[in-house]
């Protein structure tokens, strides 16, 4: 199954090239600001993609999401699969989502360090096998432009008790990429580029891959 990832388009998705695929994950901040005007764009966009499923988590750009919660709910068309730490399953592959951030605390789903995030990362199911955060994990593509790891402890805390397969974030602009730590693969999808707008590309994994890895 071939998935799609992107993340941080900051109200800029329809200069997306987006390519083929089975599934396409956006990983938080599809608004600028949060108005209602950028949402209804967005969700018009993401429903019409050529995808068998979209799934969608907020992050701290995306207010109304957070703030109207009810009314965004209203809104979201059923083809589009949103998580707000919760699930889904997909073809068998078990995915969770949440999308609360540590220290913008008056933003978007922010949530102070320590036992405030902790809750959120306590609900992921273990048998999770695809992880979806707005916020990298401490210590794993999550540099700012400064260089300091701005990811969240707690988060990198639960990881490491989870046998996660894959781990999709964006929210550091600056770290996009991905990295294999032991069997998981992080990714780091934002496509905005803080200094040079919207040109990362989507990154494309396939889950089929995670075993070849595992045996290679």
Not at 56 to 75: P, Q, S, T
Not at 206 to 215: C, G, I, R, T, V
Request: hydrophobic share 35%; charged share 25%.
């Amino acid at each position: 199954m071939k998935f799609v990832a992107i993340s941080d388009t900051h109200g800029q998705h329809r200069k997306l090239k987006l390519p083929k695929g089975d599934v396409i994950i956006h990983s938080g901040d599809f608004c600028h600001y949060g108005s209602s005007g950028d949402l209804k764009d967005f969700l018009l966009w993401y429903k019409a993609l050529d995808f068998d499923t979209k799934i969608l988590i907020g992050g701290n750009h995306d207010f109304f999401a957070a703030e109207e919660n009810e009314l965004f709910l209203e809104m979201l068309p059923k083809e589009i699969k949103y998580l707000n730490d919760s699930g889904v399953i997909i073809n068998g592959i078990k995915i969770w989502g949440s999308p609360v951030q540590p220290d913008l605390v008056g933003w978007a789903f922010g949530k102070k360090r320590g036992e405030e995030m902790k809750a959120h990362w306590d609900l992921i199911p273990k048998d999770t096998e695809i992880l979806i955060t707005h916020t990298p994990p401490h210590g794993i593509l999550d540099q700012s432009r400064s260089g300091r790891s701005i990811g969240c402890e707690e988060l990198a805390k639960r990881l490491r008790l989870l046998k996660i397969k894959f781990h999709i974030f964006g929210h550091i602009h600056a770290s996009y990429g991905t990295k294999r730590i032991g069997k998981t693969t992080f990714i780091n999808a934002s496509n905005m580029n803080s200094t040079k707008g919207l040109v990362n590309q989507p990154i494309v994994f396939n889950f089929e891959d995670y075993k070849d890895a595992e045996n290679g």
